[in-house]
């Protein structure tokens, strides 16, 4: 189990390394223009969190997701030219985000045990004829 989850963050780490390096290259405005660059570059982000933050914690995946883009368009309106950043930018991210979430979920199997509300009580059998509750 320790090699998987060194191999997903290994993979994450360079991932958003990458990320966060071409958030920084000056693009031309017909491609900032449209709106799959932003979710389909987010969208591993989001299958990526959810492998590092497991199926339990889906929430923290799609917060911290939102959070990094949030984060990238602040750093782009102090270090790159006016308007190159954009809030819809930090939606359309968030929706990729989401999305690669949900199918990350959807692939790695919910856990429907956890998703209980309380555990029934259950008994337990010993040597003898008496049960324990």
């Not at 189990?1 to 405005?29: C, E, N, W």
């Not at 790159?80 to 809030?87: R, V």
């Amino acid at each position: 189990m320790r090699l998987k989850r060194f191999i997903v963050t290994t993979i994450a780490a360079l991932y958003f390394g990458a990320l966060v390096g071409l958030a920084f290259v000056p693009t031309s405005d017909a491609v900032r223009g449209e709106w799959f660059w932003p979710v389909g570059v987010f969208v591993p982000v989001g299958v990526l969190l959810l492998l590092l933050f497991g199926g339990r914690r889906w929430w923290e995946a799609l917060g911290f997701g939102v959070l990094g883009a949030a984060w990238l368009e602040a750093a782009q309106t102090l270090w790159m030219p006016l308007g190159y950043a954009s809030w819809m930018d930090v939606v359309l991210a968030g929706a990729g985000v989401g999305v690669g979430v949900a199918v990350a979920w959807v692939i790695t199997g919910p856990n429907w045990k956890y998703m209980r509300s309380h555990e029934s009580p259950r008994m337990i059998a010993q040597g003898g004829t008496r049960e324990i509750p």
